[in-house]
């Protein structure tokens, strides 16, 4: 099934940026910056994007893996927050804000049918999901008088792998063609935690199926305190045989 998934991205970071100070005229120091990316905004400096699940199945086990590549430039990022020791500085601060981000997410599992009726599916998973991220985020940053002006590229690169168990499957309706496809899997290893979820609509063909979901995917990473959760819509067209 190759699909397309357009998520509004959103992500947070610790990041230290010398010489920049607040309103009070007091250094900044260690500030958490907290940014967000719509599909409307990084469509066009997308360069390149594949994406794809298959899946094989025989008796109650089955194989399944999930594979999505991203690559998009200078693309102006919409800073939400700016907080340092001593709260929020954001009203203080004139800011703006570019990131370059290239990113590979695989996940690979196994499952074994728990239920299967004509009415429900389901099966449990487990496995492993690896992202790579690369990640330089540009800020540039202006004190209330002018006078602190700084631009601060920081490097947010993350390298991960993580068991996952969850579950996934279809609600079914009888007699018809329509179903829901679900899907929920919890992980850790080398970050905190990482969770990925899908609910949707699907109906099938002679030849497959489509599927229209919501796909959400978090992670909190020890890395520079950060985390990163792409949530949005995807849909996929499915080829069975």
Same mark, same amino acid.
């Not at 690559?71 to 700016?82: H, M, V």
């Not at 429900?120 to 002006?149: I, N």
């Not at 978090?218 to 080829?239: I, N, Q």
């Given at each position: ?36 990316? #719509?599909?409307? +905004? ?29 690559? @998009? ?11 340092? !020791? ?36 389901? #099966? ?37 792998? +993580? ?9 079914? @309706? !009888?007699?018809?063609?329509? @179903? ?41 990473? #020890? ?15 499915? @080829?069975?045989?």
């Amino acid at each position: 099934m190759p699909y397309l998934w357009l998520p509004v991205v959103h992500g947070s970071a610790d990041v230290t940026v010398r010489d920049l100070r607040g309103g009070d005229g007091q250094p900044l120091g260690q500030v958490d910056v907290s940014a967000e990316i #719509d599909p409307d +905004d990084y469509l066009s400096n997308l360069h390149f994007a594949l994406m794809f699940i298959a899946e094989a199945r025989k008796g109650p086990w089955s194989i399944y893996t999930d594979l999505m590549y991203a690559q @998009f430039d200078n693309q102006d990022t919409r800073l939400k927050s700016i907080t340092g !020791p001593r709260g929020d500085v954001s009203t203080q601060i004139s800011r703006k804000a570019e990131v370059d981000v290239s990113s590979t997410v695989w996940t690979l599992g196994g499952g074994y049918n728990l239920i299967d009726r004509p009415d429900l599916l389901l #099966d449990l998973v487990a496995g492993f999901r690896y992202m790579t991220m690369d990640s330089d985020l540009t800020l540039s940053l202006k004190g209330p008088d002018g006078v602190f002006s700084r631009s601060h590229e920081e490097s947010l690169d993350q390298d991960v792998w +993580d068991g996952i168990l969850g579950v996934k499957g279809q609600v079914r @309706f !009888p007699d018809t063609r329509w @179903f829901v496809p679900y899907y929920l899997d919890v992980g850790t290893g080398s970050s905190n935690w990482t969770w990925q979820a899908l609910l949707g609509a699907g109906y099938r063909f002679d030849w497959g199926e489509v599927t229209l979901a919501v796909k959400s995917l978090s992670y909190d990473f #020890d890395k520079d305190d950060a985390d990163v959760r792409f949530t949005g819509p995807a849909l996929g067209v499915g @080829f069975s045989w």
